[in-house]
């Protein structure tokens, strides 16, 4: 089944700013918005963002989420050593009812 | 706080089965959907099925419907996932998630090997 695409990695210097994307189509992250998930080596995945584009509680204010068309982002300001991490958006699909990920974004920080 | 907990993996056969179950505290179970999610070795998250609030629907990815199973015993708090007709392929952590992907367990591991 189509999942949605983000870029394998991006790195970025400590306190700059990152912006992951997330690229889908109208069956998805058009029609229904996506989800971002935080996942630290060797620990399950963690919310950062809701469909709405709202933070869980809990989650820094250093990371946003947003949406334009078929594309969702995340920012994350002010990179910390401990936002480095795989970050996963997903998305339902009205089509194939069914949530689709993408493939994910290792984030390097330098 | 919410807590899901997965248990029941393990090392089967090609062509074997087993039982995952996740026990949810900290929320009205009954209220969500819930889903199963698996990560194989090394590679990305890939979402395996969900069961409405009163288990009177589910929804499969395509790679295994008619071999997966997604159940739910709401006065337990307990989903379930059964796999039958295991393949290589198949090797996993296996998360549960609850509603959309809000709450996520520790995983449970499968290994399909002979």
């Known amino acids: 089944q189509a999942g949605l695409t983000q870029p394998p990695s991006v790195s970025k210097d400590l306190r700059q700013t990152a912006t992951l994307t997330c690229t889908g189509n109208?069956?998805?992250?058009?029609?229904?918005?996506a989800v971002w998930l935080q996942q630290h080596q060797g620990h399950p995945p963690k919310l950062l963002s809701y469909?709405?584009?709202n933070r869980p509680s809990g989650i820094s204010e250093r990371f946003s989420a947003s949406r334009s068309g078929n594309t969702a982002s995340l920012t994350v300001t002010g990179l910390q050593p401990e936002d480095e991490a795989d970050y996963y958006c997903s998305a339902w699909d009205i089509s194939l009812s069914a949530w689709v990920f993408g493939g994910g974004t290792r984030l390097t920080v330098l | 706080e919410v807590q899901l907990v997965e248990s029941g993996g393990g090392l089967v056969q090609p062509g074997g089965s087993l039982r995952l179950s996740c026990a949810a505290s900290g929320f009205t179970f009954s209220d969500y959907w819930m889903s199963w999610v698996r990560q194989a070795p090394g590679k990305g998250l890939e979402w395996v099925g969900r069961?409405?609030?009163?288990?009177?629907?589910?929804q499969y990815v395509d790679s295994v419907k008619g071999r997966f199973t997604v159940s739910r015993d709401n006065a337990k708090n307990t989903l379930y996932l059964q796999l039958n007709s295991l393949r290589a392929e198949d090797t996993a952590v296996y998360y549960c998630?609850?509603?959309?992907?809000?709450?996520w367990g520790q995983g449970t591991l499968v290994i399909v090997s002979s």
């Open positions: 069961i409405k609030r009163d288990g009177s629907e589910t």
């Open positions: 469909r709405s584009n």
């Open positions: 109208s069956n998805n992250v058009a029609n229904e918005g």
């Open positions: 998630a609850r509603d959309e992907l809000n709450d």
